[in-house]
C-alpha cells in the first residue's frame, strides 16, 4: 500500500459559504450618490445631445428662411410640427419606438394635406408664364433644400437617398435649358416634396437617435459604476457585520472576471458615445433592454463566485488547522505550512514531523471546484506498517468528523509521494494555474 491517500469533503458542507455569497451579491446593489451622479450625467448627455439638435433644426430653420412664397408656408407649418415632436419626444424619454410610429403618420398626413393644397394651387394657375415662374421658383427652393439637407447626418439616417434626389435635380436642370419651366413643374414639385420629407425624417429620426443614446448610456453607465462600487467588499460575518480585517477583492477570486466585464462594458459605452457612430437606434435600445441587465446579473454571478471562493479558501485553512490539530493529538509538531504559489486561491499545504520516529506527513488541503475540497495525505519516512497508517488515517478522520467537517473515507492512490510533492521552496514557486 501506498504513503498517499486522498480523502474527499462533502460539497454539502460548504452550503453556508455559498448562501453567505449570494448574500454578498446584494452589498452596494443601489448606493445613492452612486445613482444620483449616473442619474445627473445622465441629464447632462441629454441636454448636450438634445441642445446640439435644436441648435441644428434652428439652423436648418434660418437656411430656409429665403424660399419663395411657393414653399415657405408649407416650411413654416413643417417646422411648427417638428417643434411640437420634440417636446413630446422629449416628454417620454425611454421608449420613443411607438410614439415615433405615430410621428411619422401624422408627419405623412402633414405632406399629404401639403401636396394637396399645392396640386389646388397648381390647378388655379393660368398661362404658362405664371407656371413657369412657379417651376423656376420650386427649383431654386429644391437646390437650396438639397444643400441644406447636405449639412445634415442624411447618410447616418437615410444613407443614398439625397444623391438620388440630387440626380433627379441634375437632369431637370439639362431639361430646363432646353424647353420652357412650365413642361417641368410637376418633376419640380416631386423633387422638392421629396427633399423636404427627406429633410423632417432626418431630423425626426436625429432626434430619436440622440434620446435613444442617451437613455442607453445612463443604463450602461450605471451598470459601470455598479461593477466599480462591488469590484471590493466587506465581508459579511456569521453575524451578518462585516469583519473590519476581511475585504472581498471580486477581481481577483474571479481570476480577472471583473476586469473583463468592466472592459466590455467600457467598450460598449465608448462605442454609444461616437454621435457618428455605427450603432442604430435600435442597438442602442437593445443596450437598454438586453445588455445592460445581462451585465447586472453577470456582476450579481461574479460576486458571488469570488465571495464562495474566498469562503472556500478560509474553510480550507480551517480544516488545515483542524488535521494539524488531530495530528498533534497523535505525536506530531507543525514545521511549517504555506498555500500553493503563495496563493489564497490555490491549496493549502502543511508539513508536520512525528516527535518520535521523525516521519514527516504533507497535508495537501486542495479546492475542487469553486467551493469544495479534497485532502491528501502524504507520508515520508513513515517505517510504519500499513495497518498502522491505516489507523493513523482513521483516527485523523474521526478528529475531523468530531469537529464537524464531513469528511469520506480515505482512498489509497496507490503510489510513493515523490520528494518534489513534500518540497516547500517548490510549493510556494509554482505559478498560478487558470481554469
Same mark, same amino acid.
Given at each position: 500500500?501506498?504513503?498517499?491517500?486522498?480523502?474527499?469533503?462533502?460539497?454539502?458542507?460548504?452550503?453556508?459559504?455559498?448562501? @453567505?455569497?449570494?448574500?454578498? #451579491?446584494?452589498?452596494?446593489?443601489?448606493?445613492?450618490?452612486?445613482?444620483?451622479?449616473?442619474?445627473?450625467?445622465?441629464?447632462?448627455?441629454?441636454?448636450? @445631445?438634445?441642445?446640439?439638435?435644436?441648435?441644428? &433644426? &434652428?439652423?436648418?430653420?434660418?437656411?430656409?428662411?429665403?424660399?419663395?412664397?411657393?414653399?415657405?408656408?408649407?416650411?413654416?407649418?413643417?417646422?411648427?410640427?417638428?417643434?411640437?415632436?420634440?417636446?413630446?419626444?422629449?416628454?417620454?424619454?425611454?421608449?420613443?419606438?411607438?410614439?415615433?410610429?405615430?410621428?411619422?403618420?401624422?408627419?405623412?398626413?402633414?405632406?399629404?394635406?401639403?401636396?394637396?393644397?399645392?396640386?389646388?394651387?397648381?390647378?388655379?394657375?393660368?398661362?404658362?408664364?405664371?407656371?413657369?415662374?412657379?417651376?423656376?421658383?420650386?427649383?431654386?427652393?429644391?437646390?437650396?433644400?438639397?444643400?441644406?439637407?447636405?449639412?445634415?447626418?442624411?447618410?447616418?439616417? @437615410?444613407?443614398?437617398?439625397?444623391?438620388?434626389?440630387?440626380?433627379?435635380?441634375?437632369?431637370?436642370?439639362?431639361?430646363?435649358?432646353?424647353?420652357?419651366?412650365?413642361?417641368?413643374?410637376?418633376?419640380?414639385?416631386?423633387?422638392?416634396?421629396?427633399?423636404?420629407?427627406?429633410?423632417?425624417?432626418?431630423?425626426?429620426?436625429?432626434?430619436?437617435?440622440?434620446?435613444?443614446?442617451?437613455?442607453?448610456?445612463?443604463?450602461?453607465?450605471?451598470?459601470?459604476?455598479?461593477?466599480?462600487?462591488?469590484?471590493?467588499?466587506?465581508?459579511?460575518?456569521?453575524?451578518?457585520?462585516?469583519?473590519?480585517?476581511?475585504?472581498?477583492?471580486?477581481?481577483?477570486?474571479?481570476?480577472?472576471?471583473?476586469?473583463?466585464?468592466?472592459?466590455?462594458?467600457?467598450?460598449?459605452?465608448?462605442? #454609444?458615445?461616437?454621435?457618428?457612430?455605427?450603432?442604430?437606434?435600435?442597438?442602442?435600445?437593445?443596450?437598454?433592454?438586453?445588455?445592460?441587465?445581462?451585465?447586472?446579473?453577470?456582476?450579481?454571478?461574479?460576486?458571488?463566485?469570488?465571495?464562495?471562493?474566498?469562503? @472556500?479558501?478560509?474553510?480550507?485553512?480551517?480544516?488545515?488547522?483542524?488535521?494539524?490539530?488531530?495530528?498533534?493529538?497523535?505525536?506530531?509538531?507543525?514545521?511549517?505550512?504555506?498555500?500553493?504559489?503563495?496563493?489564497?486561491?490555490?491549496?493549502?499545504?502543511?508539513?508536520?514531523?512525528?516527535?518520535?520516529?521523525?516521519?514527516?506527513?504533507?497535508?495537501?488541503?486542495?479546492?475542487?471546484?469553486?467551493?469544495?475540497?479534497?485532502?491528501?495525505?502524504?507520508?515520508?519516512?513513515?517505517?510504519?506498517?500499513?495497518?498502522?497508517?491505516?489507523?493513523? #488515517?482513521?483516527?485523523?478522520?474521526?478528529?475531523?468528523?468530531? &469537529?464537524?467537517?464531513?469528511?469520506?473515507?480515505?482512498?489509497?492512490?496507490?503510489?510513493?509521494?515523490?520528494?518534489?510533492?513534500?518540497?516547500?521552496?517548490?510549493?510556494?514557486?509554482?505559478?498560478?494555474?487558470?481554469?
Amino acid at each position: 500500500m501506498s504513503g498517499a491517500k486522498r480523502i474527499s469533503v462533502d460539497q454539502g458542507a460548504w452550503n453556508r459559504a455559498q448562501k @453567505a455569497a449570494r448574500r454578498l #451579491a446584494d452589498v452596494q446593489r443601489d448606493l445613492p450618490r452612486m445613482l444620483e451622479e449616473v442619474r445627473r450625467q445622465h441629464q447632462a448627455d441629454l441636454d448636450r @445631445a438634445l441642445g446640439a439638435v435644436d441648435r441644428r &433644426q &434652428q439652423q436648418v430653420e434660418n437656411d430656409l428662411g429665403g424660399l419663395s412664397r411657393y414653399t415657405r408656408d408649407l416650411e413654416e407649418q413643417t417646422n411648427r410640427r417638428l417643434r411640437e415632436q420634440a417636446s413630446r419626444l422629449k416628454r417620454l424619454r425611454v421608449e420613443t419606438g411607438e410614439e415615433a410610429q405615430r410621428l411619422r403618420r401624422e408627419l405623412d398626413e402633414e405632406r399629404a394635406a401639403r401636396k394637396l393644397l399645392d396640386d389646388k394651387v397648381a390647378e388655379l394657375e393660368s398661362g404658362r408664364d405664371r407656371a413657369s415662374e412657379r417651376a423656376l421658383a420650386t427649383f431654386s427652393d429644391a437646390v437650396k433644400m438639397s444643400e441644406t439637407v447636405g449639412s445634415m447626418p442624411h447618410e447616418k439616417f @437615410a444613407p443614398g437617398r439625397l444623391d438620388r434626389i440630387r440626380q433627379r435635380l441634375v437632369h431637370i436642370s439639362d431639361t430646363l435649358e432646353g424647353q420652357e419651366a412650365a413642361y417641368s413643374l410637376g418633376r419640380i414639385q416631386e423633387a422638392y416634396f421629396d427633399l423636404s420629407d427627406l429633410r423632417a425624417e432626418v431630423q425626426l429620426a436625429e432626434r430619436e437617435w440622440c434620446l435613444a443614446q442617451a437613455e442607453a448610456l445612463g443604463a450602461l453607465r450605471l451598470a459601470a459604476e455598479r461593477a466599480a462600487a462591488r469590484a471590493d467588499l466587506p465581508v459579511p460575518g456569521e453575524d451578518g457585520e462585516p469583519p473590519a480585517d476581511v475585504r472581498l477583492v471580486v477581481d481577483f477570486w474571479t481570476d480577472g472576471g471583473l476586469t473583463a466585464l468592466r472592459e466590455e462594458i467600457a467598450a460598449l459605452i465608448r462605442e #454609444a458615445e461616437v454621435l457618428d457612430g455605427p450603432l442604430t437606434v435600435e442597438d442602442l435600445r437593445l443596450a437598454v433592454r438586453e445588455h445592460a441587465p445581462r451585465y447586472e446579473a453577470e456582476l450579481d454571478a461574479l460576486v458571488e463566485r469570488a465571495a464562495a471562493r474566498l469562503y @472556500a479558501s478560509q474553510l480550507r485553512a480551517e480544516t488545515a488547522d483542524h488535521i494539524i490539530d488531530a495530528l498533534e493529538d497523535q505525536g506530531y509538531e507543525l514545521v511549517e505550512e504555506t498555500y500553493e504559489g503563495e496563493d489564497y486561491r490555490e491549496a493549502h499545504y502543511s508539513k508536520v514531523r512525528h516527535l518520535g520516529d521523525g516521519s514527516e506527513v504533507v497535508v495537501e488541503v486542495a479546492p475542487e471546484g469553486d467551493t469544495g475540497l479534497a485532502i491528501r495525505l502524504l507520508s515520508y519516512g513513515d517505517g510504519r506498517s500499513e495497518t498502522r497508517r491505516v489507523q493513523r #488515517a482513521e483516527n485523523l478522520l474521526a478528529a475531523l468528523r468530531r &469537529q464537524g467537517v464531513p469528511v469520506g473515507s480515505p482512498t489509497d492512490l496507490g503510489v510513493e509521494p515523490s520528494p518534489g510533492e513534500g518540497d516547500f521552496q517548490l510549493i510556494r514557486g509554482r505559478r498560478r494555474r487558470l481554469d
